[in-house]
């Protein structure tokens, strides 16, 4: 914005079509790449730079990554918000996942691209039931090394995973 002849002039940026979708998309794809690495139980650390102490932080917790990439282009920044979102509500729903619901949500997008919306939805629809039928399939009681592999793995602690090991779910 500026002022010419004591008026207020607005200098407005407008992008359409394929240009704002491939800037949209990609914030979108820099969030799942800066993610994707650190899936699973072989997946690696993101060290994060800090302005203040502690000057790094080492982590690969999906939504502290996101949530530390600062973009500078409008419509990335859109793209980023989005997939923040995405995260928060999928955290907030199971208390953790944001790293696959990053990768889930960039395919469902990447490939929603192509097709209406409606037909993204039907799709995931129809698909829900054998997603929640292949789920079942696979699940299984789990042993105490088990458990505490996994919160050697999640708490990124020996010490946290002795711990969690003896305890009893379900």
Do not use: W
């Not at 949530?67 to 995405?86: C, N, Q, S, W, Y």
């Not at 889930?104 to 629809?125: N, P, R, T, W, Y």
């Not at 829900?128 to 708490?155: F, H, N, S, W, Y």
Request: glycine content about 8%; proline content about 4%.
């Amino acid at each position: 914005c500026f002022y010419q002849n004591n008026i207020l002039i607005s200098t407005m940026n407008i992008v359409q079509g394929s240009e704002a979708v491939e800037r949209i998309m990609n914030g979108i794809v820099i969030a799942k790449n800066a993610v994707s690495g650190t899936i699973g139980p072989d997946g690696k650390n993101v060290v994060i730079e800090q302005d203040l102490p502690p000057y790094h932080i080492i982590t690969n917790d999906g939504a502290t990554i996101i949530e530390a990439i600062k973009l500078t282009d409008p419509l990335e920044k859109r793209g980023l918000a989005f997939m923040k979102e995405v995260v928060t509500r999928s955290n907030s729903n199971s208390g953790d996942g944001s790293t696959t619901t990053t990768i889930l949500a960039h395919a469902i997008i990447e490939e929603g691209l192509f097709q209406s919306g409606m037909e993204v939805k039907k799709s995931l629809d129809e698909l829900l039931p054998i997603i929640e039928q292949k789920i079942d399939e696979q699940t299984r009681m789990i042993t105490e090394d088990e458990v505490e592999q996994v919160a050697v793995i999640a708490g990124e602690s020996k010490v946290l995973g002795k711990l969690l090991g003896p305890v009893k779910v379900g």
